[in-house]
């Protein structure tokens, strides 16, 4: 109401008083506060005195309006993240007035990644797993097959993001292990699975199958592992206990040609899983040098004369320890074959006596031996030499009747003719007691005297390759044991004529075809 003073009129004005401005309580309906992620809640407002405004916030101290959020109601989105809401509550021209915050806590169950496969050995813990990058409780399960389905279990204590192998314990076969996330409301989030595998204890068994003994360059056959449990790693091998070497193979057979003599052994080795490795047994090739024989004649001597008798000696080596065998053969040219010596088994060999019926041509023999060793795995060795048997030469001895006196003495007269073999040759009286009275060249007629009546006289011929022949000429009673009358020469039937200067002999009748003259 006022007044005017100039006309003394009252009036009315209608004055609006609005009530003081109250925000209320902030709540929520439905799904309430606590939702999983992807989902939506209802918020309400309560007890406010107001127009409302609804604002939201991502972390509570940044709001923002929410636009066409007048209402003491409001539908949020799908939310994927925690967030807060309030109302801005207006009455009148009064000051404005803010409600309590709601925050929507949004879950989301994150199964995070297990980590990481693994393999041991039967009767030991595996190493810890680790779960990384999960979001809400963790609980540990375990189970015998990869889907879960046989031997399920959660494990007591298994709720951090690290599962000890001590809480595992000891494993006798292969386990599978995940983690079960949840974080409440909502539903689990399972993680992806850990193999752990188990592995029975290594058995590294043991190889069969070799050759032995062997000869250098053969091949040890194969060897066989057999009896393992686990996979071969590698071969080994080594020479006379000398260290094991690796051979990069993985199979369970194995075979090569040893590079050397001596003692081999060979073996796997042999590894099941994770479990610690093992060596299989071994087994043993023993590879012997091959069999080598040389004949080695007596003296070096390869050639000789007829009816001589050669020493073939030999010298040996390899083809191991085993028991010697020697077996000698001789060769036919005829028919291009060898035949064994009966008896000829040892390491040298006396020949008979070879000849040379020709004895005008060299005529040659050829042996062969035979070498080997029992259980030597090598075939046996030979070797041969050819010997050569030269013609001989021959050697007759004459003594013819005459007899003449030199000297005081009185001698019979010898001569000898040498023939065959090889010129030149050379002539001795290997009895002794005689004297050269004549030696034509080359020494192909010797003559000799002889004290009269002196008996027996053996003569030699040595050709020039060293063959020898001999002739023995025992005491003729028929020839003279005086001297023979003395004749003119020409006188064809004498016996003997005797010169009358220096002793000029006539050796056989006088005026012959092989009449001789010599001075002596």
Partial sequence: LYSSAASDVYKRQL?????????????????????????????????????????????GSTWTNIPGATSTSYNTPALTADRYYRAIVTSGVCPSATSTVQMIDVKNSVAGTASANQGICTGSQPADITLSGSNGNIQWQQA???????????????????????????????????????????????????????????????????????????????????GNTGAVVKWQKQLNGGGWSDIADTNTTYSEVPTSTGTWDYRAVVQSGACAAGNSGYTTVVVNSAPAITILPEGNDSVGCNNDVFVLNTSISGGGSGTITYQWAIFDYGTSTYSNISGAVNDSLHTAPLTNPDNTLDKLYKFKVTYNRSGSGCAAASDEVELTILPTPSLTSTMEDCAGTVGGGEWDYIYTSASGGMPTYTVNDISGGSAVVYTSGGEVLKIYRTPMGAGIHTFEVTDANGCKATSTLGKNTGLPTTLPNVLTPGNAQSQCILKGFNEWVHFRKQGSASEVIASV
Avoid: E, H, M
């Fill in 144 to 226: 015998d097959d990869a889907g879960f389905t046989v031997g399920l279990i959660n494990i007591p204590g298994g709720t951090s993001s690290t599962l000890t192998g001590a809480l595992v314990g000891t494993l006798t076969s292969t386990k599978y292990f995940r983690a079960q996330v949840t974080d409440w409301p909502c539903g689990s989030a399972i993680s992806n699975t850990v193999v752990v595998t188990v592995s029975p204890q290594t058995v590294a068994g043991s190889v069969t199958g070799r050759t032995s003994p062997l000869c250098i360059g053969s091949n040890t056959g194969t060897l066989t592992l057999s």
């Fill in 15 to 59: 004055l609006t008083v609005n009530p003081t401005s109250v925000g209320g309580i902030a709540g929520t309906s439905g799904n309430g506060p606590t939702i999983c992620t992807g989902q939506s809640t209802t918020l309400l407002l309560g007890g406010n005195t107001g127009s409302v405004q609804w604002q939201d916030s991502p972390d």
